[in-house]
């Protein structure tokens, strides 16, 4: 299976280093999966404005064909002004809505507040909830408190709940597998 883990900024590092992390750990638990991080800070963004899909650039067909091909994502997100990052939102808007259909998808997120965790629950599970993964009931938010001045991450109970998420994870990408991406034929 292809695991795509995206970190869903141009700015800052902690959604990285989670995911780092988040990386370690499936493999302790799976280690056949193909997983691979991409930073968004790494493509060309275009805004998603209806032009011809072959006006757009590279990058913006490479971020769809990336999503388009993997099987399961952990998506990572920091907080900004009460919602996800607009780069992370435009490139949902470029998604064809069954490029991530019934597949497996966790959430890390990363905010300055501790209250902001709520972000992940009334905005980006709805979107992800509109392209009809299948979201793990666990997702991971952290403060600035559970990192050292590296951005390495320090507290042991973010952790347990990484490791944790990678196990449902898994089982989820398990899951994904039997089940068809089309619907059934009901004649
Ligand atoms: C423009 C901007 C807006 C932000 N708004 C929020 C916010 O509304 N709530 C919150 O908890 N953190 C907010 N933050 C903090 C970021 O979530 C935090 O800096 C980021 O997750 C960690 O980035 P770092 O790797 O640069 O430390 C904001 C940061 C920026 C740059």
């Not at 965790?117 to 991971?140: A, S």
């Amino acid at each position: 299976m292809k695991i795509l883990l995206v970190d869903g900024t141009v700015i800052g590092t902690k959604t990285g280093v989670i995911l780092e992390q988040v990386k370690d750990y499936i493999e302790e638990v799976n280690s056949e999966y193909t997983l691979e991080i991409i930073h968004l800070s790494n493509y060309e963004h275009q805004f998603v404005d209806g032009r011809p899909f072959e006006n757009y650039n590279d990058d913006m067909k490479l971020l769809v064909s990336k999503f388009d091909q993997a099987d399961g994502f952990i998506i990572a997100s920091p907080i900004f002004q009460g919602s996800i990052p607009g780069v992370l939102k435009n490139t949902f808007d470029f998604l064809h809505p069954k490029s991530m259909r019934y597949k497996p998808v966790s959430i890390v997120a990363n905010g300055g507040t501790y209250q902001h965790h709520l972000v992940i629950e009334n905005q980006l599970k709805p979107i992800l909830d509109y392209f009809r993964c299948l979201v793990t009931p666990n997702y991971v938010y952290t403060h600035k408190s559970h990192f050292d001045e590296n951005n390495v991450i320090i507290d042991n109970d973010v952790h347990d709940r990484l490791r944790e998420l990678a196990r449902v994870f898994v089982q989820y990408a398990e899951m994904s597998k039997n089940l068809s991406k089309e619907p059934m034929d009901v004649r």
